[in-house]
């Protein structure tokens, strides 16, 4: 649980490698072999349309779903296999599509589940509180409200800085947007801006394309299971025919 | 209990060839009248005590047999059947000491009818219910049956049970003979052997692969338009029904009944006979059932009656759950079912 | 108006004091068994068949322990941590492996298991009823009798227990990853929370709440290896009744049954007075399902 009993990371390389990864959910093939890298503090964006794997890839890295074939390492160590909540304490955050809050916990009950954890001191849980509160206010108005109550939004919110109470290296982050106002949208923009101004990866899958290309540094574009284009961000714009052919209508 | 995709495209495609040569019929069959013959010549091969142990044995097993109906092949765990059980057995009771002489055919016709009753409460009530809350239901309701036959000693002779003696077996005009080990064990065996070939039967038909889909997707079943309750229910009251015979059985060999019979207890170990023979496959718990006394009666044997001979067959039970769920006839489940 | 005065007179108002007070005793013994039961139901998805076995070892636990001791309070203390541990090893040999199969595997392993330890008692310490002797004999006079100050500490203790693990719950730490984890067990893990950790600690406290009641109820009726087959049906009961998984729900329905048995005894032979919580379960199965005492039936 502690820091001493993770193994240690592998200086230089990325910190998150896929590499050839199969997954299956009982008897189908979800995933065809998928390979992508992030980089410490890079935000990574993952596109695709519905049903193409994207979340079967966070889960796989999550370790909610084990792969059948292929390779999964944070900071070069091999993680396939290993139980989800040693992988949150290694620095792996997850915020799932539909958020995923416990309804029946209050807001500060929800960030409790990440901030009580081995060796934090009362300093650095106030330090950690004060930090996320900054980020998002509106949470600490409502930090005794049951996180059922809140608003799509601020329930976007609580999932993001739940996670963030892991102080993750890296943050898998589903679809924030999805059935969010257009308001909200440049809001998770500037969180994830905030992220990786501290220095937190982020893997973002996200349909809202125009979104993932400011956001992020690369791209993947993923299609039935696997991943068909990898560029940098700036290398491409929302227009490009690359975009229609894996992302159009 | 993991249990295999229902593959209801089986009856209806050709049955194909075996390695031998021969249709999968004809292997079953053939194996299925070995079985018999050993049955039957069992009276010349066995000594008086283990003869009425085989035959105690195979009551057992249609118990469990019953039993499988429910959790096998409509995904229902029950705990209720000692009630059916002990029912059939008490009503027997009743026909053979009420109506001189005793009559073998009122019995089962008597034992049916408590047993019948029984399972029609039980259905009503438990039906609606699913899995686990079943279970419970089942549970309490075959303890209140206990409670009633326990505290009700005018009818039912309380903590005592009641004693008889055995009928004769009759066929009008044609023979009165009485019961000897040997005969009793072939009217048993022609009892328990009939009730799985008429189980079976049902098993394979339309309705046994409805009662299956239920296992397998009830909301599902439901959804296509099936009436799933009134298939719960009959599958209920037919499971009691052949307990219930199962009862009577018992009370024409043992000449009593008892209110122990109707504990919970006797639910358990129906269910025990059930897992550790292979649920799904109607012949898995007479295995089953025979494991269990077999191995009961021989620690008995070697460590004496007092050993507590249920907590290895209990650890063993916990063991088979975890690491064989399929039981030992489980690997055949598909082939017996063909 | 004259009819119901006649009855009013006819019904020993004394009696039914007395019983209230026996039925509130009996009621809070089973809803500590009962909120156990519940807990691990609610929490883990298990119905946990051996709980009354667990009850009956926490008795067969708190003897041992006065023998070696000759302290209730520590027989009590020892009983439960032994029981606590004990289910502890129970719940990672026999209930892990079965952790995501059909929620029926584990009614039936514990159903095996309350065989084995049922049996075991049975053979290690032999069908005697053994006895641990009340810490407190003292006894105050309510009407024509002298009732034991024991049964209402026993009451009071029961009542602590059940709100303690109750506050617990709220505001303590594991009390947090518990109802986490009971939500939602997936989001649970992927928060850090070790799950299998949280299981087989709820299991060890419901484990430890059966052995208390164990030990706590000894007195009254003595240690025997059946003492958890008589009461984990009603304990079962009351789970049903009161909604299962439903905490509050299984206390109130705990305290009602047993009011209702209390009172039914003065008009029948106690052996039959268990018809009540029958009849009980049979109306709430007809008519609310769910659970007579959930706020809004689903």
């Known amino acids: ?249 | 209990m993991t249990t295999a995709p229902l593959d209801k495209g089986t009856a209806l495609k050709e049955l194909p060839l075996g390695k031998s040569g021969l249709s999968h019929t004809a292997v079953y069959w053939i194996g299925f009248c070995a079985v018999m013959a050993a049955l039957i010549a069992a009276p010349f091969a066995l000594p008086p005590f283990w003869l009425r142990f085989l035959t105690e044995v195979l009551i057992w097993g249609l118990l469990a047999m019953s039993s499988d109906l429910l959790i096998g092949y409509t995904g229902m765990i029950s705990f209720g059947h000692s009630a059916f059980f002990g029912l059939g057995m008490y009503g027997a009771a009743g026909a053979l000491l009420i109506v001189s002489p005793p009559n073998l055919w009122l019995a089962i016709v008597f034992g049916l009818l408590g047993a019948a009753g029984a399972a029609l409460f039980v259905a009503f009530f438990s039906t609606r219910l699913r899995d686990i809350y079943f279970a419970i239901t089942t549970l309490i309701f075959s303890q209140i049956f206990y409670v009633i036959i326990f505290t009700w000693t005018a009818v039912t002779g309380g903590e005592n049970g009641l004693i008889f003696t055995r009928p004769h077996f009759t066929i009008p005009f044609l023979v009165n003979a009485r019961f000897t080990a040997t005969t009793l064990h072939w009217f048993v065996l022609a009892v328990v052997a009939g009730s799985y070939l008429i189980l079976r039967r049902v098993t394979q038909s339309p309705f046994g692969m409805v009662l299956q889909s239920i296992r397998e997707n009830e909301p599902r079943t439901r959804a296509i338009g099936y009436a799933v309750e009134r298939y719960k229910m009959v599958s209920v009251m037919l499971s009691g029904l052949f307990a219930g015979l199962a009862g009577v059985l018992y009370a024409v060999q043992n000449e009593f009944a008892a209110p122990d019979f109707v504990y919970f207890l006797t639910s358990g170990d129906t269910v025990i006979f059930n897992v550790l023979g292979g649920i799904g496959t109607l012949v898995g718990p007479i295995v089953g059932a025979g494991f269990f006394q077999l191995a009961r009666q021989l620690l008995a044997q070697w460590f004496g009656d007092q050993f507590p001979y249920l907590i290895p067959l209990g650890i063993v039970f916990v063991a088979v759950i975890i690491f064989l769920p399929q039981g030992i006839l489980g690997f055949a489940r598909r082939w017996l079912n063909r | 108006m004259g009819t119901i005065g006649t009855f009013l007179h006819a019904i020993p108002l004394d009696l039914i004091i007395i019983q209230t007070v026996n039925g509130i005793v009996a009621g809070m013994i089973l809803a500590l068994i009962a909120s156990g039961l519940t807990l691990i139901f609610g929490i883990m998805d298990v119905v946990n068949f051996a709980h009354g076995e667990l009850f009956m070892l926490g008795a067969y636990m708190g003897f041992v322990v006065f023998v070696a001791t000759g302290s209730f309070w520590l027989a009590l203390i020892g009983a439960s941590l032994i029981v606590a541990i004990l289910g502890a090893a129970l719940q990672i040999v026999a209930l892990r492996p079965l952790i995501g199969r059909d929620p029926l595997n584990t009614i039936l392993a514990t159903f095996g298991i309350s065989l084995v330890l049922q049996n075991y008692a049975l053979w290690q310490f032999g069908p005697v009823v053994r006895k641990i002797p009340e810490p407190i004999s003292a006894e105050f006079t309510l009407f024509y009798l002298q009732y034991p100050w024991y049964r209402i500490l026993i009451t009071v203790l029961s009542a602590a227990i059940i709100g303690g693990f109750w506050l617990y719950l709220k505001y303590g730490r594991l009390g947090v990853w518990i109802r986490a984890t009971a939500q939602d067990r997936v989001m649970a893990q992927a928060m850090g929370i070790p799950v299998p950790l949280v299981y087989t600690g709820v299991f060890a406290i419901g484990a430890a709440m059966a052995a208390a009641s164990g030990v706590l109820f000894a007195p009254m009726v003595g240690v025997s290896h059946t003492m958890g087959l008589d009461w984990v049906l009603k304990a079962f009961i009351v789970v049903v009744v009161g909604g299962m998984g439903n905490f509050l729900g299984s206390i109130v329905a705990a305290i009602f049954i047993s009011l209702l048995e209390a009172y039914a005894t003065i008009w029948l032979d106690p052996s039959q007075a268990v018809i009540v919580s029958f009849v009980v379960l049979i109306l709430t199965l007809l008519f609310r399902p769910t659970g007579l005492f959930v706020a809004t039936p689903r």
């Open chain 1, 1 to 249: 649980m502690s820091a001493m009993t993770a193994p240690a990371p592998a200086t230089n390389g990325p910190l998150v490698v896929l590499d050839g990864v199969h997954t299956y959910y009982g008897k189908s093939h979800i995933l065809h072999g998928v390979s992508l890298t992030v980089e410490r503090g890079e935000v990574v964006g993952l596109l695709g349309r519905n049903g193409v794997g994207k979340s079967t890839t966070l889960k796989t890295i999550m370790g909610l779903v084990q792969p059948r074939q292929g390779r999964v390492a944070l900071e070069g160590n091999v993680i396939a296999g290993q139980a989800p909540h040693k992988l949150a304490r290694r620095g792996i955050g997850y915020v799932p599509e539909d958020r995923r809050i416990f309804r029946f916990l209050s807001v500060m009950e929800n960030l409790r589940t990440g901030l009580d954890r081995a060796g934090m001191t009362p300093q650095r849980r106030q330090a950690l509180l004060d930090k996320v509160f900054a980020f998002f206010p509106v949470l600490a108005e409502r930090r005794g409200q049951a996180g059922g109550t809140l608003s799509g939004g601020e329930q976007q919110m609580l999932a993001i800085a739940r996670a963030m109470m892991l102080e993750p290296k890296i943050i898998l982050l589903d679809e924030p947007t999805e059935g969010l106002m257009p308001r909200m949208v440049s809001q998770i923009r500037n969180i994830i801006e905030l992220l990786h101004n501290e220095g937190v990866a982020i893997l973002l899958v996200e349909q809202n394309v125009p979104l993932t290309l400011a956001a992020s540094q690369r791209i993947y574009i993923m299609e039935k299971g696997a991943v068909r284009h990898h560029c940098a961000a700036s290398e491409i714009d929302v227009h490009d025919p690359v975009i229609k052919q894996y992302l159009g209508v």
